[in-house]
């Protein structure tokens, strides 16, 4: 089964509760909350607080929380706080990638990577059997609204393929 995240990120904060209670009523299961810290990306969002209250009135949502933040690893023992389904860190923010993801298994959280659209598939290779989610970026992090970037496609196919070619193996 397929699932959508519906990105919080142009939400009218001062009606997110209303806002995902339309999300429920739709059937969405999950909700993508785009952190941002000012420094890794030029725009600053939400952080663990709002996580926790999200979860505390809406625990019947899977939280998708993709931190496209300087030093993730400072910050996942905040957002676990929150019991996320999973919590991905961009690959360009974190030098120890391997020890990170496994840091985030051991608080009970699934596990993702991101990767800006100019960061090479490959760098992923030795970490693809331990990570629970890729979230390959099609724009630009930073800002929503932006264009489509195509040459992301490629990258896309170019993972399904070898995620495919390792299921047969």
Known sequence: MKEIAPSILSADFCNLGE????????????????VMDGHFVPNLTVGPLICNSIRKQF???????????ENPSF????F???????????LE?????DRLINYIKSRGVRAGISINPATPV????????????????SVNPGFGG?????YTLN???????????????
């Open 122 to 137: 490959s760098l992923l290779e030795h970490v693809l059997p331990i990570l629970d989610g890729i979230l390959i970026m």
């Open 146 to 150: 932006q264009k489509f970037i195509p």
């Open 19 to 34: 806002q995902l209670n339309v999300l429920k009523k739709e059937g969405m299961r999950f909700v993508h909350i785009d």
């Open 80 to 90: 676990a706080e929150s019991k996320p389904y999973i919590i991905y860190f961009h």
């Open 93 to 97: 923010a974190e030098n120890h990638a």
């Open 155 to 169: 990258k896309i196919k170019a993972q399904l393929l070898q995620l495919k070619a390792q299921q047969i193996q």
């Open 59 to 69: 625990s019947d949502l899977e939280l998708d929380v993709h931190l496209m933040i």
């Open 75 to 78: 910050y996942i023992d905040a």
